[in-house]
């Protein structure tokens, strides 16, 4: 049988897969829940299993070829060792490698190439290379980390919203409508945060940038204290980098929404990526698991 190579993108609020020959050419494609290995790993192993059979039936390939593929997943919380080697242990795969979601992305925009990427999303991470030394700058989770993130902007947003119902800020359109979707009543914003997974918060974050273009002061607040955080770690990464002329790319449902709130001088060096990270995860899976020419079926 021939090679197959799996590439799997997971985050908090979806996962993509991809079945690649070894070429790197995809054959199908598929898509899932939510793959949030820290917050719930069942769950998560799951969506990206299903997003796989669907995957191998786009290719039109027997999902008995599943268990014969090399995986490379890229997943957020890949830096904690207990959900990494929980979730490896159950995959379908004859081989696979948990990597950052920070690193398909990287390669994925930045082919081969030295830079800077920032994936915004549901959490941050930044992730730089310099001469093929990977350095990672953020990426913590959001119980200690993910400043900038959508589902640190979304907590933000309710907490807000408590503190204009107790007169300590100023009332806004935005903090208003948040009150209304609970009913007016504090104790359902409460009872809200107390379940909420990092994807339900970072579900408020798109309204933040709706009201912001509106001019509605609480937006404008939190986006600008979210683009300084995501400034800070920028520069934090051009140190790492040591060039002037570090190229930066910024991924993920906020990138360009926090496009216009950002530092000029990270504005200057901003570039378009060269494919997404389910291609950087493809790619890497190749590079990993291919075997030599004359050793492979």
């Given at each position: 049988m021939a090679e197959l190579f799996v590439g799997i993108d997971g985050g908090g609020t979806g996962c993509r897969v991809?079945?690649?020959d070894r070429q790197g050419r995809i054959l199908g494609r598929g898509k899932g829940g939510a793959a949030n290995i820290l917050s719930a790993p069942d769950a998560s192993l799951a969506?990206?299993?299903?997003?796989?059979?669907?995957?191998f039936a786009a290719a039109g390939l027997d999902q008995s070829a599943i268990a014969a593929a090399s995986a490379l997943l890229g997943l957020a919380g890949n830096n904690v060792g207990d959900a990494v080697h929980y979730i490896r242990a159950k995959l379908p795969f004859r081989q696979a490698a948990i990597e950052s979601d920070a690193l398909i992305?990287?390669?994925?925009?930045?082919?081969?190439g030295d830079g800077i990427v920032g994936t915004l999303g549901t959490g941050s991470v930044y992730v730089l290379r310099r001469a093929k030394a990977i350095r990672f700058v953020g990426g913590w989770g959001f119980a200690v980390g993910d400043l900038g993130s959508g589902a640190r902007l979304g907590q933000a947003l309710l907490?807000?919203?408590?503190?204009?119902?107790?007169?300590?800020?100023a009332r806004t359109p935005l903090l208003d409508e948040v009150l209304a979707e609970f009913g007016g009543d504090p104790g359902g914003i409460v009872e809200f945060g107390r379940a909420a997974s990092p994807g339900d918060f970072?579900?408020?974050?798109?309204?933040?940038?709706?009201?912001?273009?509106q001019g509605d002061a609480t937006a404008l607040r939190l986006?600008?204290?979210g683009a300084g955080q995501v400034s800070a770690a920028l520069d934090a990464c051009l140190r790492h980098l040591g060039d002037e002329n570090g190229a930066i790319c910024l991924l993920g449902g906020l990138a360009k929404a926090y496009d216009p709130y950002l530092a000029e001088r990270h504005r200057a060096r901003l570039v378009l990526p060269q494919a997404d990270a389910l291609t950087g995860a493809v790619a890497l899976a190749v590079q990993r698991f291919a075997?030599?020419?004359?050793?492979?079926?």
């Open positions: 991809a079945v690649a969506n990206m299993i299903d997003a796989t059979r669907q995957a992305a990287l390669q994925g925009a930045l082919g081969h907490q807000e919203s408590l503190l204009g119902y107790d007169g300590i800020c970072g579900r408020y974050a798109p309204r933040l940038f709706d009201y912001a273009r986006i600008g204290e075997l030599p020419m004359g050793d492979a079926a």
